[in-house]
């Protein structure tokens, strides 16, 4: 096999590693805003906050230590102890559904029934907040995350593609975790909303509010479980970009290349963000690797993803998956 | 109006039909519901008994469709109580009013339009749920035999109804009304202790109307829902009912038998209107 070629499909392998990445934000904002018609722009950095938080609890670190600090005049940074992976992320999920609740008791039960642009609006002061917070309570410096997953090449895959092509792949493995992850997420979510009694009564919400009271659907609390579940997401995005990149402020910035993975799969397609987030992550990768290196200088990773959205918006603005936009006169 | 004016709380009631109907299940007890200065709903009372068809009437604007939406939790009145199964009922979210067995459909039709028939008629059952979250994701054991029973209630529903043709179709695809069917399926599949409907001939043609009345009476008839109805047509309105509430400018006019009602002076003035000399 010619040496171009298999480069071209480990760039492609690998693309479709980083695309996981971003179908793991994606997700999150689908689940908001199919079931209260909000786009939370808060997305990013609740995967951020999350992963912080998960860092902090595994580190034993104390939060708001600086704050404490400055007032008291005390030297506390550390507890001294530290916690397995496995109770910190139980303890970050419990921390993500509280602040599920919090958003939804003091800052979206007061706007049910307002214009989406005010809830969009309200969900861009809840990222700085999140951001403001999360930075109080951790600090601001670049953390690694370890929880245990395996990284570094997947020798295996190394040695099987060089005896079957000549040529060894370089396949990593903490990718082949993220994208079994992914799925079964994925997996999990279509389940949960399909079988259950709150899944039937999430898709409920999410198509008609009036109706959904009248059998019995209370909106408040599906509206905390999905934030809730809109949380758990966000862990896991986290989880993964933290352990592959640290856990660091930016992470909410690349968090908004989930934007043209929404507009690429739907705004409402479960299955859409991933394949939205497939297509971005190749996309961008395969244009990197065969016209934007050698034609056009390079780094045009930074906005193949955005550029590829625009032309989405002007042929099929609804996006491969997402519901069909018709207006009856 | 002599006859009903006789209050029976614990016993059966007989109607002019000769049809026996229960005793009260629900009581309004001088409700009142104002919306800023105007007042919606001045100061009235009415018993609905059950296994009854129970008709609220009266000209547009006379505050019927906000008695309904009193009972069914979506508005809390200022004054009054509102007494059901012998209880009196605290102020109250619509979604526990649901859960208390008073099922309703709306005059504007408030479907699942994204979902299909049978999706929506299984809605209806989400207040009888009760198995765990993860046994019901697994699908095994006691989950998955009430999603079977469950299943069978809807279906029994869609066949009553004789909806079984479109079981599978979208809603919003569906016409006007076959819409207002599955309203009616849904509500029916919780199987209510009251069954509230908000205008069900609303928009339809003779033949649909027909239709919409057969369904009525025999769901009253084969599993003995008590119902309660709004409706500004007349004509149906006395075929179907047993007793007939009227409302006029949110006041009550007139309480009572078909025949009583339709001869009731007030009534007949808030119909078609009085000669003012």
Known sequence: MPEQLAFTIEVFMNGLMAGVLYALVALGFVLIYKASGIFNYAQGVMALFAALTLVGIMEGQVPFSHLINAILGTEVHHFGWHVPAFLAIVLTM???????????????????????????????????????????????????????????????????????????????????????????????????????????????????????????????????????????????????????????????????????????????????????????????????????????????????AYMLALVFLVFRPQGLFGEKIIERV | MERDSVKDQADSYVTEDGRTIGPTVMEMKNITLRFGGVEAIKDISFDIREGEIRAIIGPNGAGKSSMLNVISGFYVPQEGEV?????????????????????????????????????????????????????????????????VENREIAEKVIDFLEIQAIRKTPVARLPYGL??????????????????????????????????????????????????????????????????????YGRKIGDGSPHDVRNNQEVIDAYLGVAHD
Not at chain 1, 102 to 119: H, K, N, S, T, W
Not at chain 2, 189 to 211: F, R, S, W
Request: a negative charge; charged letters at 20%; one cysteine or more.
């Open chain 1, 94 to 304: 419990v921390v993500m559904i509280v602040l599920a609740y919090c958003v939804q008791r003091f800052v979206f039960r007061y706007l049910v029934g307002q214009e989406p642009i005010i809830l969009f609006m309200a969900t861009i002061g809840l990222a700085y907040f999140l951001e403001g917070v999360g930075d109080l309570m951790w600090g601001s410096e670049i953390k690694t995350l370890d929880v245990g997953l395996p990284q570094g090449i997947n020798v295996w895959i190394d040695e099987f593609t060089f005896e079957a092509t000549g040529y060894g792949f370089f396949i990593d493995n903490l990718d082949i975790v993220a994208s079994i992850v992914a799925a079964i997420l994925v997996i999990g979510l279509v389940m949960f909303a399909q079988y259950t009694k709150q899944g039937r009564a999430m898709r409920a919400v999410a198509d008609d509010h009036q109706a959904a009271l009248s059998v019995g659907v209370s909106l408040n609390f599906i509206w905390i479980l999905v934030w809730s579940l809109a949380g758990f997401v966000a862990l896991v995005a986290g989880i993964m970009w933290g352990a592959k990149s640290g856990v660091q402020f930016s992470l909410s910035l690349i968090a908004l290349k989930a934007l043209p993975v929404l507009m690429l799969g739907g705004f409402t397609s479960i299955p859409g963000a991933i394949v939205g987030g497939l297509i971005i992550g190749v996309g961008e990768k395969l244009f990197e690797f065969l016209i934007g290196a050698p034609f056009l200088g390079g780094a045009t990773e930074n906005w193949f």
């Open chain 2, 83 to 147: 007494w059901y199964k012998g209880a009196q009922r605290p102020p109250m979210k619509p979604y526990q009013v649901a859960q208390q067995g008073i099922a309703r459909t709306f005059q504007n039709i408030a479907l699942f339009e994204g979902m299909s028939v049978l999706d929506n008629v299984m809605t209806g059952r989400l207040t009888q749920m009760k198995s765990g979250l993860l046994a019901q994701s697994l699908w095994k054991g006691k989950a998955e035999r009430e999603e």
């Open chain 2, 179 to 248: 819409k207002k069917r599955v309203e009616l399926a849904r509500a029916l599949a919780a199987e209510p202790t009251i069954l509230l409907l908000d205008e069900p001939m609303a928009g339809m043609n003779v033949e649909e109307k027909e239709d919409m009345s057969r369904f009525i009476l025999d769901v009253n008839d084969e599993f003995g829902t008590t119902i309660a109805l709004i409706e500004h047509d007349m004509g149906v309105v006395m075929d179907l009912s047993d007793r007939v509430v009227v409302m006029d």
